[in-house]
C-alpha cells in the first residue's frame, strides 16, 4: 500500500482543524474587535517511515489586520486605528485587546463590558468622576491619543502599546496575551483612537465563504483516497488468505 493512505490521513486531519478555525471566525463575522484565525502548517518526517513526509496543522495564529469601523456615536465607544492594543487588567493579569466597548462601572473606574479595568498610561486605572464632582461638567471627550476630558479637567489617558516583533495569542473574551511583559511593550504612538466607534471583526464573510467550500471539497477528496485504500488493501487481505 505504501505510504499514501499514511499522507491522506494526515492531510485529511490538517484540513479538519483548518475547517474547524475557518467556521469559528465566520461564527465571529460580526464580532466586536474579532481578529480571525490563520492554521500554520507544517511538513514533518515519519517517524516510522524514513521516506515518508506529511502534512501538519502546526498551530493557529491571529491575523491581527485592521478590521472595519462602525459608527456608534457612543462616547464610551473607541476604535483603535493602526498596529496596536489596548490594555486592560483583568484577574488572570494584563492582556491587550481591540474590542473598544467600554463603560463606567458603579464604582467610577471605566471598564470594559466584561468588567475588566481598563489602563491608563500612569499604570493606573482610569477613574471618572461622577457629574457633581468634575471641576467643569462638559461631556467626555476622547481624542486621537486617548486622552479623556471633561471641559477643562483632564481625567486620564488610554494605554496604546505595540506588539511589533513580539508573539500573541488569543485568550478569549476578545482579549490576547503577549510573549512579552506588557510594561516592556513601546507605545502604539501612530496609532489613534476614534471615539463614538467601534472596529469591527476583520472576518470577510464572502471570502471566508470560498474557503470553506475549497476546503471541505479539498477534505472529501482525501477521505475518499483514504475509503480506496482500505477497498485494496481488504482485496489484498482475501486474496492472500
Given amino acids: 500500500m505504501g505510504n499514501g493512505i499514511y499522507s491522506a490521513v494526515a492531510g485529511s486531519t490538517a484540513r479538519m482543524k483548518e475547517l474547524e478555525v475557518l467556521s469559528n471566525n465566520l461564527a465571529h463575522a460580526n464580532t466586536t474587535g474579532f481578529k480571525a484565525d490563520d492554521v500554520r502548517f507544517e511538513e514533518v518526517m515519519s517517524k516510522k517511515h524514513s521516506q515518508a513526509r506529511f502534512v501538519e496543522a502546526k498551530e493557529t495564529v491571529p491575523r491581527l489586520s485592521q478590521g472595519s469601523l462602525r459608527k456608534t ?22 492582556r491587550l485587546t481591540r474590542a473598544g466597548r467600554f463603560v463606567v462601572a458603579a464604582d467610577n473606574v471605566l471598564r470594559t463590558v466584561s468588567g475588566h479595568t481598563v489602563r491608563g498610561t500612569n499604570g493606573k486605572p482610569i477613574q471618572i468622576p461622577p457629574m457633581s464632582e468634575r471641576t467643569d461638567k462638559g461631556p467626555i471627550v476622547i481624542d486621537e491619543v486617548g486622552q479623556l476630558t471633561s471641559g477643562s479637567e483632564i481625567l486620564g489617558q488610554l494605554l496604546r502599546v505595540s506588539t511589533e516583533g513580539t508573539k500573541v495569542d488569543k485568550e478569549g473574551e476578545d482579549l490576547f496575551r503577549c510573549e512579552k511583559p506588557i510594561d516592556d511593550l513601546e507605545p502604539a504612538s501612530k496609532s489613534r483612537i476614534m471615539q463614538g466607534h467601534l472596529e469591527q471583526s476583520n472576518v470577510n464573510p464572502v471570502t471566508l465563504m470560498t474557503e470553506l467550500v475549497e476546503v471541505q471539497r479539498h477534505f472529501e477528496a482525501l477521505q475518499q483516497v483514504v475509503k480506496t485504500y482500505r477497498t485494496i488493501d481488504g482485496q489484498v487481505a482475501r486474496r492472500v488468505l
Fill in 73 to 94: 456615536d457612543n462616547p464610551m465607544d473607541v476604535a483603535l486605528m493602526g498596529k496596536g492594543f489596548l490594555v486592560v487588567d483583568t484577574p488572570r493579569g494584563s
